[in-house]
């Protein structure tokens, strides 16, 4: 019996495993919190570091789509904008 080595995730697959904007934000804010007590060794500091700047990055990315679909739905001259507001209501 050969032992197979684990699939690769696909790009899909670890976008769905990412933390959405709220539990992202939630993380990195008790992470800023056991950081800024000291309390942690510098080996950890620098793994929580790391971690909160993926989570930064998390979050930006998701408010630079938010902000990218505002515009395009409060872009008076796009009429589908228009649309699609109107259809909300």
Same mark, same amino acid.
Do not use: Y
């Given at each position: 019996?050969? @032992? *197979?080595?684990? #699939?690769?995730?696909?790009?899909?697959? &670890?976008? #769905?495993? *990412?933390?959405?904007?709220?539990?992202?934000?939630?993380?990195?804010?008790?992470?800023?919190? !056991?950081? $800024? =007590?000291?309390?942690?060794?510098l080996?950890?500091?620098?793994?929580?570091?790391?971690?909160?700047?993926?989570? =930064? !990055?998390?979050?930006?990315?998701?408010?630079?789509?938010a &902000?990218?679909?505002?515009?395009?739905? %409060?872009?008076? $001259?796009?009429? %589908?904008? #228009?649309?699609?507001?109107?259809?909300? @209501?």
């Open positions: 019996m050969t @032992d *197979k080595p684990p #699939a690769k995730e696909s790009a899909s697959d &670890q976008d #769905a495993k *990412k933390p959405d904007f709220e539990h992202a934000l939630t993380e990195l804010e008790s992470l800023v919190t !056991r950081l $800024e =007590t000291g309390e942690l060794t080996d950890e500091s620098l793994k929580q570091f790391k971690r909160g700047v993926e989570l =930064t !990055r998390r979050c930006q990315k998701i408010l630079d789509q &902000q990218q679909v505002v515009e395009k739905l %409060s872009n008076p $001259e796009d009429e %589908s904008s #228009a649309e699609t507001l109107e259809q909300r @209501d």
